[in-house]
């Protein structure tokens, strides 16, 4: 079966420190990914998506950015984070061809002081 | 680019009661649309999702309309119960591998 998996669990990082949050599936082969940001209370916001190796859609420009070195590993990067980068950072994956069906992994919350 | 509004933001019921949950959408593209669940502190999952070639769709308490004509399509929860209370989002999405979510329903089930 499929498992995704993402860490770390909780993060909290000064401003202006760099990030990077891992999200790796089991299971399955050349997946869709996904990176979401939840804010406190609020909905789901798609940060990047990417259906293959080294292709990397942006859908919302800022000061984060997203690699995906390998078929099935998802990295969300920041050089400098700003206090607004705070929030809920869900990982997520589909089936090439049905991005309506995803799976979310656990979540990091991500705390900026 | 899509937008996808949901109302209300908040919906408090009685248990027993039905919930209903309404999703627009902006572009007619869109053909897929999918309805996920998070409870407190977890991930959304998909509870059901329906296609734009079906009006209707139903799975045990939990129903789904689409009207394509007017770009809305809606969420119905029978016989509502306690585990029920969640937020749930809905969704949108076409042939560009990615889905647009609503802000989310704050459904709360009152004993």
């Known amino acids: 079966s499929q498992t995704i998996h993402q860490w770390p669990a909780t993060l909290v990082q000064p401003v202006g420190s760099p990030l990077s949050l891992e999200c790796t599936v089991e299971g399955t082969s050349n997946p869709n990914l996904y990176w979401y940001r939840q804010a406190a209370g609020r909905g789901l916001q798609l940060l990047f998506y990417s259906v293959g190796i080294g292709q990397i859609s942006s859908e919302v420009p800022q000061n984060l950015s997203a690699s995906r070195p390998q078929d099935r590993q998802f990295i969300l990067s920041s050089k400098k984070l700003l206090l607004s980068d705070s929030g809920f950072y869900l990982c997520a994956w589909s089936v090439r061809g049905r991005p309506y069906e995803q799976y979310f992994g656990p979540g990091t919350r991500l705390t900026v002081t | 680019g899509e937008n996808v509004e949901q109302h209300p933001s908040t919906l408090s019921v009685q248990e027993g009661d039905s919930a209903v949950i309404k999703c627009t959408y902006s572009?007619?593209?869109?053909?897929?649309f999918p309805w996920y669940k998070q409870e407190l502190g977890k991930r959304p999952q998909l509870i059901i999702d329906?296609?734009?070639?079906?009006g209707e769709k139903k799975d045990q308490r939990i129903a789904v309309t689409l009207n394509k004509t007017a770009k809305h399509f809606s969420l119905h929860i029978t016989e509502t119960q306690p585990e029920d209370s969640a937020v749930y989002f809905c969704a949108a999405g076409w042939g560009a591998q990615k889905l647009v979510f609503g802000q989310g329903t704050r459904l709360t089930i009152n004993p």
């Open positions: 329906i296609r734009s070639n079906v």
């Open positions: 572009d007619s593209a869109s053909n897929y």
